[in-house]
């Protein structure tokens, strides 16, 4: 079972990864490959999201047009995403 509390604390630490992943793009140009890049300059390191019995990692893909999607369990089953950001 999935709490509103693991959502929430998912959603603050998802909100920390978009603002180190909007930062190293406005300092490189481009978003990084993989999260583990922004360690240690902009993250200290890559959490996992709360919403598992595991603690499953955030998902993270950089398309080819330049932007990326971000996302993690939802609360209640399917998927919670920041959508595709583009530069």
């Known amino acids: 079972f999935i709490?509103?509390?693991q959502a929430d604390l998912s959603k603050q630490k998802?909100?920390?990864i978009i603002d180190a992943l909007n930062?190293?793009?406005n300092a490189n140009q481009h978003y990084p490959?993989?999260?583990n890049i922004l360690v240690p300059e902009y993250?200290?390191?890559v959490p996992n999201s709360s919403m598992d019995?595991?603690?499953e990692p955030y998902?993270?893909?950089v398309w080819h047009d330049?932007?990326?999607e971000f996302s993690f369990p939802s609360y209640g089953g399917g998927r919670y995403t920041s959508g595709g950001f583009s530069n």
């Open 3 to 5: 709490s509103g509390y």
């Open 14 to 16: 998802a909100e920390k």
């Open 23 to 25: 930062n190293y793009k």
């Open 33 to 35: 490959d993989n999260l």
């Open 43 to 45: 993250l200290e390191s």
């Open 53 to 55: 019995w595991f603690d």
């Open 59 to 61: 998902r993270y893909d």
């Open 66 to 68: 330049g932007r990326y």
